[in-house]
């Protein structure tokens, strides 16, 4: 039974930081590639960070140079570190997992995605 947990969101200033994390359990954590997606109300999901098994990553236009996410193998944790937050980051943030073989990732967009966690509000004002 795979399982993400999403925790650490909450409410924070324009230009504040805040690092939100996803701990995974039930399958081979380490092959999958990792993801965070975001999704405003009455919006669709919008792409964040991927990351593959080797650390590679990709981010969406609009979080380069402000997010980073970081995986931790060895306890099956995901993070995103994001700084400089304006109002449009406000959203459910969700991490996602799929295995593509190789531990590689293939998409950045949540239909592609098999195995989502239930999210963390971030809330920017």
């Known amino acids: 039974h795979v399982q993400l947990v999403e925790s650490g969101g909450g409410s924070v200033q324009v230009g504040g930081s805040l690092r939100i994390s996803c701990t995974v359990s039930?399958?081979?954590?380490?092959?999958?590639?990792m993801a965070w997606n975001r999704q405003a109300p009455g919006k669709e999901y919008e792409g964040v960070a991927t990351i593959d098994s080797d650390g590679r990553t990709t981010y969406e236009d609009a979080v380069k140079g402000r997010f980073t996410i970081v995986r931790d193998n060895a306890a099956n944790t995901l993070y995103l570190e994001m700084n400089n937050l304006t109002p449009k980051d406000t959203a459910m943030y969700h991490c996602?997992?799929?295995?593509w073989g190789g531990g590689h990732c293939n998409s950045i967009h949540a239909v592609e995605y098999t195995y989502k966690g239930q999210g963390t509000q971030v809330t920017v004002s």
């Open positions: 996602m997992a799929q295995n």
């Open positions: 039930g399958y081979m954590y380490r092959n999958y590639c």
